[in-house]
Structures are given as structure tokens and as C-alpha cells.
């Protein structure tokens, strides 16, 4: 979950839309002098399950994780979605992905934002020829768009090691 100011956002990844078990969305309350508004809905790509494995708010902006999105059929590469908020009406600003991860890497398992700098965990990245070493990517919204600046992951970290696990900024 990640709360600022009158605005509260809260994953369900295994929530039921549209039909699909287990879709996954995260949700988002407005609070006003009545109280707490009923969510807006945040949902992804349909028929892939887990959406909404991490959530970050900054603003207008929510930015969700999908660690179990797949890409060119690879399973779990994982991706994270930016959606924009216009009044009460959420959208999708751009889908982000690593475009070199590999199955399970899980991109999207962690995020945090601040403004146009985001921090994105892949718990399960290889790094070099080490399995499951993790890793976290900056981000920075440029020209409008999220583009990685950097990708970290310790030295020392050893097999298994899960760095990104959970990110902050």
C-alpha cells in the first residue's frame, strides 16, 4: 500500500476482474470531508494474473508492479504500469519493462517514486552467471516517458540473494 496526504492506494493481486480469477488490481481512495471516496479500479493487461504485486504514489500518479508479466513469451519478466490520473479518471501513461530481463526476474516486485525518479525491484534478476541475485532500477521520467538511468545490484550478493526485494525512495 502506499498512502500521501488524502490519497491511499492498496494492491489485491489475487482479485477477481471481469471474469478472470485471480487478475489482480490496486486500488485507489480519495479522501474528502464526506470521508473516504469508493476506489477507482486499476487493472492490467486482461487474462494474465497477478497484477498489482507493488504500488508507489506520488500525486496523480500511481505507479503499479506486475512481477509475473511476461514478455516475447518468456514468463514472470515483469513490467510496471504508470497510470495518470485526470480528475477522477485513472489511465495507463506507459507500460515499463527492462526489455532485457529473462524468466521470473521479476521486475515489478518492489517500486517507490518521487516525483520523476523511480526505483523499480527485480528480486530474481541473474546477474552475470549468478541465479537470483536481484537487482533495482532508476528510473526517470524524461520527455514524459520512464527511462532507466541505472541498473544496481551489489558486488557481494550471492545466489538467491533477492536484492530488491522491497525498494524506497
Same mark, same amino acid.
Given at each position: 500500500l ?12 489475487r *482479485?477477481? *476482474?471481469?471474469?478472470?480469477d485471480r487478475?489482480g488490481?490496486?486500488?485507489?481512495f480519495?479522501? /474528502? ?5 469508493p476506489p477507482?479500479?486499476l ?6 494474473l497477478?497484477f498489482?504485486?507493488?504500488v508507489?504514489?506520488d ?5 503499479v /508492479?506486475?512481477? *509475473?508479466?511476461?514478455?516475447? &513469451?518468456?514468463?514472470?519478466? &515483469?513490467?510496471?504500469y504508470?497510470?495518470?490520473?485526470d480528475?477522477?479518471?485513472w %489511465?495507463?501513461?506507459?507500460r515499463v519493462s ?9 521486475f /515489478?516486485?518492489?517500486? &517507490?517514486?518521487?516525483?520523476a525518479?523511480?526505483?523499480? /525491484? ?8 549468478v541465479?537470483?541475485?536481484g %537487482?533495482? *532500477? ?14 544496481l545490484?551489489?558486488?557481494?550478493a550471492?545466489a ?8 524506497g525512495v
Open positions: 502506499s498512502l500521501k496526504g488524502d490519497r491511499l492506494v492498496v494492491t489485491a493481486p *482479485h477477481d *476482474h471481469n471474469g478472470v487478475q488490481a490496486a486500488f485507489v480519495d479522501r /474528502g470531508a464526506n470521508g473516504w471516496a477507482a479500479k487493472v492490467g493487461e486482461p487474462g494474465f497477478g498489482a504485486s507493488a508507489a504514489l500525486g496523480a500518479r500511481v505507479l /508492479g506486475w512481477r *509475473h508479466a511476461s514478455e516475447a &513469451g518468456a514468463y514472470g519478466v &515483469g513490467a510496471i504508470d497510470f495518470a490520473a480528475g477522477s479518471t %489511465s495507463v501513461a506507459q527492462t526489455g532485457v530481463g529473462g524468466t521470473s526476474d521479476f /515489478g516486485n518492489s517500486v &517507490g517514486i518521487d516525483g525518479v523511480a526505483v523499480v /525491484g527485480a528480486a530474481n534478476d541473474d546477474v552475470g552467471s541465479a537470483d541475485v %537487482s533495482a *532500477h532508476v528510473l526517470e521520467r524524461i520527455a514524459g516517458q520512464w527511462t532507466r538511468v541505472a541498473m545490484s551489489p558486488a557481494f550471492g538467491k540473494s533477492r536484492f530488491g526485494t522491497a525498494v
